[in-house]
């Protein structure tokens, strides 16, 4: 059974920091792309960041690019996502997301909140 299961969101004040965590579970984590999405109220669901399965390349959104980093431990089965210099418009839902053999799978979401 294929689980992905998001923590680390939380009320933040503009400009801090958090750090989001994705544990996986029931497929090969190691083998595989995993990437985090975000959703904000009233807009579609955006990719965020992406990272190989090696971790050798990243890709990020545009909206992102310095302040957020997406990283794995592919001993612990997590990717982790570090955002700093957070904006009132980082405010989102944000979901775990992965792609394997056996279909398309997504977290439950961890609610980030950027407000003074």
């Known amino acids: 059974q294929v689980q992905l299961v998001e923590s680390g969101g939380g009320l933040v004040q503009p400009g801090g920091s958090l750090r989001l965590s994705c544990a996986a579970s029931?497929?090969?984590?190691?083998?595989?792309?995993m990437s985090w999405y975000r959703q904000a109220p009233g807009k579609e669901r955006e990719l965020v960041a992406t990272?190989?399965?090696?971790?050798?390349?990243?890709k990020y959104a545009d909206f992102v690019k310095g302040r957020f980093t997406i990283s794995r431990d592919n001993d612990k089965n997590t990717v982790f996502l570090q955002m700093n210099s957070l904006k009132p418009e980082d405010t989102a839902v944000y979901y775990c997301?992965?792609?394997?053999?056996?279909?398309?799978?997504w977290g439950q979401g961890t609610q980030v909140t950027v407000s003074s």
């Open positions: 997301y992965t792609r394997i053999s056996l279909g398309v799978y």
């Open positions: 029931g497929f090969s984590f190691r083998g595989n792309t």
């Open positions: 990272m190989t399965r090696t971790g050798g390349s990243t």
